[in-house]
């Protein structure tokens, strides 16, 4: 049974800094595409970033761009999402998502590929 468990979210400040891990058990986390969405209160579920079986290419909202980066480590089956300069807007419960893909260089933004996704975790950024 696959599950995804996510940690790392908590309460800080405009202008700080978190890091989101989430691990992958049960299954080969090398063989799944990665991505972590974040649902807003009053929002729907929408992408933060993405990244692909093979790592590298990582895709990221125009919102987060410059400021959020995913990345993979597959010996330890972890994605991560560092967040930086994390304004109030970005405020909402993370989650982590993944699908099997054939390809090592695909990835997406569509939450209806995804077949696992994890608890989520809350961000909440406020002075």
């Known amino acids: 049974q696959v599950q995804l468990v996510e940690s790392g979210g908590g309460l800080v400040e405009p202008g700080g800094s978190l890091r989101l891990t989430c691990a992958l058990s049960g299954d080969t986390f090398s063989d799944y595409t990665m991505g972590w969405f974040r649902q807003a209160p009053g929002k729907e579920r929408g992408p933060v970033a993405a990244i692909r079986r093979a790592g590298g290419s990582p895709r990221y909202a125009a919102s987060v761009k410059g400021r959020f980066t995913i990345d993979r480590d597959n010996a330890k089956n972890m994605v991560y999402l560092q967040m930086d300069s994390l304004k109030p807007e970005d405020t909402g419960v993370y989650y982590c998502?993944?699908?099997?893909?054939?390809?090592?260089?695909?990835?997406?933004?569509?939450?209806?590929?995804?077949?696992?996704w994890g608890q989520g975790t809350q961000v909440t950024v406020s002075s």
């Open positions: 998502g993944g699908f099997v893909t054939h390809s090592p260089y695909y990835s997406s933004f569509d939450a209806r590929e995804y077949d696992y």
